[in-house]
């Protein structure tokens, strides 16, 4: 059995015992779900329970069905990113914290696969999670709202894992590069912070991963830009591959240091 099998079989379990492969997935159905049923009946719950005078009416804009997915895609940018700053920040971190990443010198394991093992694992339940939960939203849009052009999404949902990936790998790289602590504020700083701060000089910073999630909208609406979403999409790509490359560097000169 090679390497990578082994390191991603104990990834596997490890995941299972701590049941992240059980609620980061219900997250992110549950916010895929909760976002068109919020928007559609709002107005009756209010109507209902607001404890407003008789005959008060709420007027709601209309939305379409692709208004409705980036709705959920805006929690995602939050709730979800934050969810997996946390959730992963120690995932190399912590094991050199407690000595584990110290087997990589008694036995024939390559810092490569180490770190591929915890990617492969990272993007299976973070990516196939942000899957589920679009396609549970997908359906409650459809039933609620209509139809979102099948295309359109398909384009949307492979720009949008890009943009994880992109997440995935900063997570990785700080993990292995700092202890949880700080990996976790350098990693919430990297994607929710930047992205807050993007949301006001972004009009003047077009070609950036950050503007990735805005790009998959554009997609999904039918009306992006070309030239600099593919120049974002091969910046984000080569940062990808970066930080990726990082990660493996890091681990390798973090655990040589814990060792001495």
Not at 246 to 258: D, I, L, M, R, T
């Amino acid at each position: 059995m090679s390497n990578f099998s082994v390191l991603f079989q104990k990834e596997w379990r490890e995941n299972v015992r701590n049941f992240k492969v059980l609620w980061i997935p219900l997250v992110f159905i549950l916010f895929g779900i909760s976002e068109p049923l919020t928007n559609y009946y709002l107005p009756q719950i209010l109507s209902t329970v607001g404890n407003m005078p008789e005959g008060t009416v709420f007027q709601f804009p209309e939305l379409t069905p692709e208004q409705v997915v980036m709705s959920t895609i805006s929690q995602y940018q939050f709730i979800g990113m934050l969810v997996v700053t946390l959730g992963f920040a120690g995932i190399i971190a912590r094991e050199r914290k407690n000595g584990t990443a110290t087997l990589l010198y008694v036995r024939p394991i390559t810092y490569s696969s180490y770190v591929y093992s915890k990617l492969v694992i990272m993007c299976i339940l973070i990516i196939g999670s942000v899957i589920l939960g679009l396609l549970a939203n997908l359906y409650y849009t459809y039933v609620l709202f209509g139809t979102v052009d099948a295309i359109a999404f398909i384009e949307f949902l492979a720009t949008y894992i890009v943009w994880l990936l992109f997440v995935i790998s900063i997570v990785l790289f700080t993990s292995s590069a700092f202890p949880t602590g700080i990996a976790s504020a350098v990693s919430l700083t990297l994607v929710i912070v930047v992205q807050l701060i993007y949301g006001l000089i972004g009009t003047y910073w077009t070609f950036s991963p950050w503007k990735l999630p805005m790009y998959a909208g554009d997609l999904l609406m039918g009306n992006v830009d070309k030239t600099p979403f593919v120049w974002s999409l091969l910046i984000t790509l080569l940062a990808i591959a970066i930080f990726i490359a990082g990660a493996v560097y890091f681990a390798k000169k973090n655990v040589s240091k814990a060792k001495i």
